[in-house]
């Protein structure tokens, strides 16, 4: 197990109380079937691993209120969207690079854009 | 014709795993038929929506797998070792208890408390219900073995290896609540994948150590549990276990090395294993193929599926392809092509021999045969499907298309794959209504062949 987990610790990286409580709304709605963190969710929604760079605090806070498309309204609290908004956030800052941040090798490997 | 000796009879709890998923199975279909055209075409107003049915779809097709390799190992561990079962009441009593829970998982599901984790989305207090099962389990299995006497064929290897490893990976699958990982998302990630990954390495174990078992029992080769080969493809397992969830971890920004050394195993142990089933059919006879012609079939479809499955996962396994693909449907079609072409397969041919390898399957007719090609059509063509559903998400999704636009320019593709599925149902049902109807009004064949 602390092989496997080697590499995942990184500065700044654990959660505080906002991001837990939103990772706990997270849980509780079933965020897991539709969308994906790291890879791991359903494929309804887009993956949410860097919705917060790519979307914005403001659009997110009006998709989790109202839902959208396929989305639901799910009837969130206040503070259960200021914590999923937080929890993203998280997300974002130990996500793995954008597209536009890397380039491929001809012979299959990634590796980041000079 | 070969001659069968009747030897021990199966034990009415084995039977009634064996049932129980059968029933699990058909309700699984159904359930991801639902999911798909709940997928196609949304209804986020409606009460009982897709983040409903793809948990239930899912949590069923887990249970379908263990219950289901549950009843055989219960069903044929008497004649593998020798020895009556070690206790039929507790047998009974884990039947019960599997049945109670899992019912009450299915309720919490359906009226919406969830757990919120992938795969099994139900509230973490039933984890406690399912250690309790698998421990009845192993005290049956344990007990029945420590009567007989070694040295063991491969297939008790591997299904003791499967039951403690259900134990190590369900553990750590559950490792999600401590601070120390909830409180990480990437380590959290990596622990998710690797504990998941390794479950599907204890039930392969199980799976693959049943399928030896009928193998040997088809073959008539009594030394072909002990062979080298045999005890290769032991290892090879047992390495992959601990290392195949390497290949999802792709995306999560742990360390690099592992998932090359992961996949490396993972591969070499899907060739391993049709290689065998490819050798087992070639050393087969014309009369034991179609005396045993339902779970030859199964077996043989299970090797097909599995050249398949190898060629997609080469492909994923390269960074780049795994890099753009992973998270879109080619993942889908991964865990499809496994999980219905390789473990249902087997799982069906097995049930097939349980319950009528005594008398010979060659009765069990038409049905069965257009229920088989129907179930492998229908599966290719769902597998095709999802590879380019993913292989169009995939290529949009980069140049930063909307995802709910995808999904709209997809819907056709994905009206085919509803259909595929419903094929899918269909030609199971037909197999298995007619397994489980023929067993139920002729009773008789409820024993291992020789």
């Known amino acids: ?114 | 014709m070969v001659r069968s000796r009747q030897t021990t009879r199966v034990t009415w709890p084995a039977l009634g795993f064996v049932y129980l998923g059968v029933g699990i199975l058909i309700a699984t279909l159904a359930l991801g038929c639902l999911a798909m055209f709940h997928f196609a075409f949304a209804s986020p107003g409606s009460r009982f929506t897709f983040q409903h049915s793809r948990p239930l779809h899912v949590s069923l097709a887990v249970a379908w797998i263990f219950g289901t390799v549950i009843g055989l190992v219960y069903a044929v561990l008497p004649s593998a070792t020798g020895r009556p079962l070690f206790s039929k009441r507790l047998a009974g009593f884990h039947l019960a208890w599997f049945v109670f829970f899992g019912l009450a998982i299915v309720v919490a599901l359906a009226s919406g408390s969830f757990g919120g984790r992938e795969y099994w989305a139900f509230p973490p207090i039933f984890a406690i219900a399912i250690l309790v099962s698998w421990l009845l389990f192993a005290i049956n299995f344990f007990g029945t073995v420590r009567r007989g006497k070694g040295p063991y064929p491969v297939y008790v290897w591997m299904w003791m290896t499967g039951i403690l490893g259900f134990f190590f990976t369900y553990g750590e699958s559950l490792l999600w609540m401590i601070p120390h990982f909830s409180g990480n998302p990437i380590r959290e990630a990596t622990v998710q994948w690797k504990s998941y990954g390794s479950m599907v390495g204890s039930w392969n174990m199980l799976i693959y150590g049943t399928q030896f078992y009928i193998m040997k029992q088809i073959e008539g080769e009594q030394a072909s549990g002990f062979s080298k080969k045999a005890f290769f493809f032991y290892f090879l397992s047992l390495t992959n276990m601990m290392f195949n969830w390497g290949h999802h971890t792709y995306p999560v920004p742990g360390s690099v090395w592992i998932d090359h050394v992961a996949y490396v195993i993972s591969l070499t142990e899907l060739a391993f294993f049709v290689k065998i089933i490819a050798d087992w059919s070639k050393r087969l006879d014309a009369a034991r193929k179609h005396r045993h012609n339902t779970s030859y079939r199964f077996f043989v479809a299970a090797e097909w599926w599995g050249y398949l499955n190898l060629a997609l996962a080469l492909l994923i396994s390269i960074p780049a392809i795994n890099w753009m693909t992973h998270g879109t449907h080619i993942t889908v079609a991964h865990a499809m092509g496994s999980t219905i072409g390789i473990n249902t397969m087997i799982l069906i041919g097995a049930v097939s021999y349980v319950l009528h390898g005594g008398a010979g399957q060659e009765h069990l007719g038409w049905q069965v045969s257009k229920g088989f090609w129907l179930t492998q059509v229908s599966l290719l063509a769902f597998f095709l499907s999802l590879v380019g559903a993913g292989v169009y998400n995939a290529v949009h999704e980069q140049s930063e298309v909307q995802h709910t636009m995808i999904l709209f320019q997809l819907k056709p593709v994905f009206g085919a794959a509803l259909v595929a599925g419903l094929g899918i149902a269909a030609g199971m049902f037909l197999v298995l209504a007619k397994l489980v109807w023929t067993h139920a009004r002729h009773p008789i064949p409820q024993t291992e062949p020789v």
């Open chain 1, 1 to 114: 197990m602390f092989v496997y987990t080697r590499g995942t610790e990184r500065p700044g990286q654990a959660l505080s109380e906002t991001q837990m409580e939103g990772k706990l709304a997270w849980q509780k709605h079933n965020c897991s079937a539709c969308h994906q963190r790291f890879g791991l969710g359903g494929y309804m929604g887009p993956d949410l691993t860097r919705a917060y760079s790519r979307k914005g605090e403001a659009y997110l806070k009006a998709v989790l209120e109202f839902g959208v498309g396929n989305m639901p309204k799910l009837a969130l609290s206040d503070d259960e969207i200021d914590g999923l908004v937080a929890y993203m956030k998280a997300l974002d800052a130990c996500a793995p690079p954008a597209r536009e941040e890397v380039t491929f090798t001809w012979y299959g490997v990634v590796k980041p854009r000079e």
